[in-house]
């Protein structure tokens, strides 16, 4: 599977954007999909991940309250809607998919990884 992740820029703290990854593959519905970021100098990190019906999802602590990670399998792409959004949630945001049964937090359990969109928030 490809994806393809869209929706960064920059945006002023407390502000919101919502990222869309875009997959190509008739299979897509059978994948986890996870959000992962890395700001510079620092390593990549685990955002939010939704299993492969929608019906489960999890967040890191720092981004609960603030981001929802969502599918739509008829179109192929899942989305982060970041509301709230604070100076360090600036990164580079990737998305990435597993197969249906990985459920975990560590990007080597993930498979295809999309090429990431630039996020900025400003103070």
């Known amino acids: 599977v490809q994806l393809q992740a869209s929706g960064g820029g920059l945006v002023q703290a407390g502000g919101s954007l919502r990222l869309s990854c875009a997959a190509s593959?008739?299979?897509?519905?059978?994948?986890?999909v996870g959000w992962f970021r890395q700001a510079p100098g620092k390593e990549r990190e685990f955002v939010a991940a939704i299993s492969w019906s929608g019906g489960m999802k999890r967040y890191e602590d720092s981004v609960k309250g603030r981001f929802t990670i969502s599918r739509d399998n008829a179109k192929n792409t899942v989305y982060l809607q970041m509301n709230s959004l604070k100076p360090e949630d600036t990164a580079v945001y990737y998305c990435a998919a597993a197969g249906y049964t990985y459920w975990g937090v560590q990007s080597s359990g993930y498979d295809y990884w999309g090429q990431g969109t630039l996020v900025t928030v400003s103070s």
């Open positions: 593959g008739r299979t897509f519905s059978s994948y986890t």
